[in-house]
């Protein structure tokens, strides 16, 4: 399989994380991704869902960090952003980068707790993004593999461990991860 489409994805996230577009991300960019996650959301900062997202976000900062050999207060320029997620997915740990921060996210999602995301629940949070309804709609059809009307953090995990991993831009993972907050 040919990087090149990978490449271009990794390139478009580092763009979307590096949210003082200095040409860096570094644990504040993410940090500041994840708090405008939460503010998006109307999630008060100090619920146990809040801390999540945050812990989510800075766990995912750690193993690039870790993948690219940076300390933990260093930064990335966007060679060494897409080289880490390259060794990621060369290593087969995308899915460990991103699982906390799926897991927390998901749990943001899902406003009435009861374990899955509804239509209601996703198409509330997509437009916190500022996604178009008709776009989530498309997207939650997608992420919702088996049908059952409710993703669960197994299907949201495996859309977005697919947008890092494949090189097909026609995924549900892109849908929701380019338009992401
Ligand atoms: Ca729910
Ligand atoms: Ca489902």
Request: net charge negative.
């Amino acid at each position: 399989m040919s990087d090149s489409g990978l490449r271009a994805k990794y390139v478009r996230r580092f763009h979307i994380l590096d949210f003082a577009g200095d040409g860096y991300v570094d644990r504040s960019d993410v940090e500041a991704r994840a708090q405008r996650l939460l503010d998006g959301m109307a999630e008060p900062a100090e619920t146990p869902r809040a801390a999540a997202v945050r812990e989510g976000a800075v766990a995912f900062w750690l193993g690039l960090a870790k993948l690219a050999g940076v300390q933990d207060s260093d930064r990335l320029d966007q060679e060494a952003f897409v080289g880490a997620l390259l060794r990621a997915r060369e290593l087969g740990t995308i899915g460990d980068l991103v699982g906390p921060s799926v897991e927390a996210h998901v749990a943001l999602v899902d406003s009435d707790g009861d374990g899955s995301v509804s239509l209601a629940e996703f198409l509330r949070s997509q437009s916190a993004s500022g996604m178009a309804e008709a776009d989530s709609r498309q997207a939650f059809e997608q992420l919702d593999r088996n049908g059952d009307g409710r993703l669960d953090v197994e299907e949201w995990q495996r859309a977005v461990v697919d947008f890092y991993t494949s090189d097909s831009e026609d995924q549900a993972g892109a849908l929701i991860m380019d338009a992401r907050a």
